[in-house]
């Protein structure tokens, strides 16, 4: 489907969950990364093997949007994988985001949003830059360390305009090894913390055919990524202390701990308030599944009452040792369990739960801890998301198992990007 210098001319009529403006051409629709609806660009084919849709780059705009502006993020100017959407202004970017949500909520969770209208997003902060507190970058042969290419393994060297002030400051002096990744933390007081992560070897062999064996090492190398690796301390402490309220946390750097600065007090303020709004009162058991380091079991054992209802227990259920072990510290005089597993096999031994608060990774709950969940019976579900399709995915099957949702929200966690983050309170 290309024309002349391999690009051909779309006219990007919507907007898709993922970031991509939406085009049509022989008969199929073209996703278009880098395009904005209302614009018409010149446009790279890069995926063209589906029946039904193909995907291209915009490489030249012909007919600009209102609301495109210059890159805000030099590294995602330069072709890094950072910034999808830093060449849009933040008020159209969230109404981008809110579009793609609307649509996601009811094509895949089954909404009508006539009866329940979906969230505007919401910004964390004024400006949409110096955001994040965390970030890894990964190391070249040369020694100076980037992010990844969008469309290639190139490291970027030029700064992403997401990170918080000074976190990137000087990063090549740190001295990680070539190879490594380096890991950066921002704590409460602005101070920066780092560390070298050793990359493990994935092993290059090839077996069976070709396009089998770049699967297979791409999973490998996943697993390298996600397993236990060695770190080096290059500033600061292994521990980074994070706030929230009155309490503080000791995380480590390769810790989960919310990316944007603003994110813990914004959602555990948002939970609080939408379940004390769906008349949760009284004393009650909680779950905080996929808690982390417990920043919703702290603010609704803190919080609670002067709400109108008071947390009795929780039990905390992750994965993460690190977070845990921050969890366990700051929450050694409540009354928190705490349980290190995955949320599927831990469910099932916990105790009976008025409150359950589930904050899953990207690829949500997914439909059986969903089922578990709604088969336990809790009172009141606070369901949090930090990717549309999941989120909806989710929430669609809580309403099939009898939940309504009763309040919502959705905030631009991740500005300069199409990712959004939306909390939503369901009860029976
Ligand atoms: C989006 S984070 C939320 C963390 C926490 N609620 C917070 O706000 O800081 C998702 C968490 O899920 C954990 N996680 C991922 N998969 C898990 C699983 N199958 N079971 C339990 N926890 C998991 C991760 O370690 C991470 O801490």
Redesign the pocket.
């Known amino acids: 489907m290309t024309g002349t210098d391999g690009l051909v001319e779309l006219e990007v009529t919507g907007y898709a969950n993922g970031g991509a403006g939406i085009a049509r051409s022989g008969g199929r629709v073209v996703f278009v990364d880098g395009a904005l609806p209302g614009e018409t660009v010149l446009a790279a084919i890069t995926d063209d093997k589906h029946a039904a849709y193909a995907r291209a780059y915009a490489e030249k705009i012909v007919v600009a949007s209102e609301h495109r502006v210059e890159s805000a993020c030099p590294a995602a100017a330069a072709g890094a994988g950072c910034c999808d959407l830093s060449h849009v202004t933040g008020e159209h970017a969230r109404e981008l985001g809110a579009s793609a949500l609307a649509d996601v909520l009811r094509r895949i969770g089954g909404f009508s949003l006539d009866e329940l209208p979906a969230p505007a997003v919401e910004a964390l902060a004024p400006e949409s830059t110096g955001w994040r507190i965390r970030t890894r970058l990964a190391v070249g042969r040369d020694g100076r360390a980037g992010l990844r290419g969008r469309r290639s393994s190139t490291i970027i060297t030029e700064p992403c305009a997401a990170p918080v002030a000074g976190l990137l400051d000087d990063v090549d002096a740190l001295g990680a090894k070539p190879g490594t990744e380096l890991v950066l933390m921002s704590g409460a007081d602005g101070d920066r913390h780092a560390g070298e992560l050793e990359v493990l070897a994935t092993g290059g062999g090839r077996s069976g055919n070709q396009r089998g064996g770049r699967r297979r090492n791409a999973q490998r190398s996943r697993g390298a990524r996600s397993g236990p690796r060695a770190l080096r301390n290059l500033e600061g402490d292994d521990l980074v202390t994070h706030r929230v309220g009155d309490r503080s946390w000791e995380v480590p750097v390769t810790?989960?701990?919310?990316a944007h600065r603003n994110?813990?007090k914004t959602?555990?303020d948002a939970a609080v308030t939408m379940l004390a709004g769906v008349g949760v009162t009284g004393r009650v058991h909680a779950w905080?599944?996929?808690?982390?380091?417990?920043?919703?079991t702290a603010s609704i054992l803190d919080r609670g009452p002067a709400h109108g209802f008071e947390v009795t227990g929780v039990d905390l259920?992750?994965?993460?040792p690190g977070?845990?072990a921050a969890a366990e510290v700051t929450l050694a005089d409540d009354a928190v369990r705490i349980h290190r597993?995955?949320?599927?096999?831990?469910l099932p031994g916990l105790e009976h739960a008025q409150i359950v608060?589930s904050?899953?990774?990207?690829?949500g709950s997914g439909l059986a801890?969903v089922d578990a969940i709604a088969a336990a019976g809790p009172d009141a579900v606070v369901h949090?998301g930090?990717d549309a399709a999941s989120f909806a995915r989710d929430l669609g099957r809580f309403a099939a198992s009898g939940y309504r949702v009763r309040a919502w929200r959705a905030f631009d966690a991740f500005p300069m990007t199409h990712h959004i983050e939306a909390i939503a309170v369901l009860t029976r």
């Open positions: 810790g989960f701990w919310q994110a813990p959602y555990v905080d599944l996929y808690g982390g380091a417990g920043v919703f259920v992750d994965t993460d977070a845990l597993g995955a949320v599927a096999s831990t608060v904050d899953p990774p990207r690829s801890v949090v930090c």
